[in-house]
């Protein structure tokens, strides 16, 4: 997962106006897409140091996920749901940890 200061280019519904640039590579939770490139998505700062990174599964799908995490010194852990773009119901599926790097 890449986190970026630039404005995202995919924009997701439902989310604060001001969205940044992310990519992501999340093996079982991101769409296939070609070697070596990651997926667009977008990130924005919620409370504390907290933040969510939301991307959609696809043209079909019915919804987005969302990684939703905290960064304490080098590392980020959280959790990841998916919302429902129907319904507008909110399903954990797992957690994530990750280590910052430059």
């Known amino acids: 997962m890449t986190l970026a200061a630039d404005t995202a ?3 997701t519904m439902g989310a604060p106006p001001r969205q940044y640039a992310a990519t992501v590579m999340v093996p079982g939770y991101t769409r296939p897409i070609r070697r070596g490139r990651a997926q667009s998505a977008a ?3 919620i409370a504390g ?3 969510v990174v939301q991307f959609t599964q696809g043209q ?3 919804g987005e996920v969302q990684l939703r995490g905290a960064l304490h ?3 980020i852990s959280g959790e990841v749901w998916y919302v429902s773009n129907e319904t507008g119901s909110s399903f954990q599926l797992g ?3 990750g280590t910052k790097s430059r």
């Open 43 to 45: 990130w924005w700062p």
């Open 49 to 51: 140091d907290s933040i």
């Open 60 to 62: 079909q799908s019915r």
């Open 95 to 97: 957690t994530f940890q």
């Open 9 to 11: 280019t995919a924009r």
């Open 73 to 75: 010194v080098g590392a």
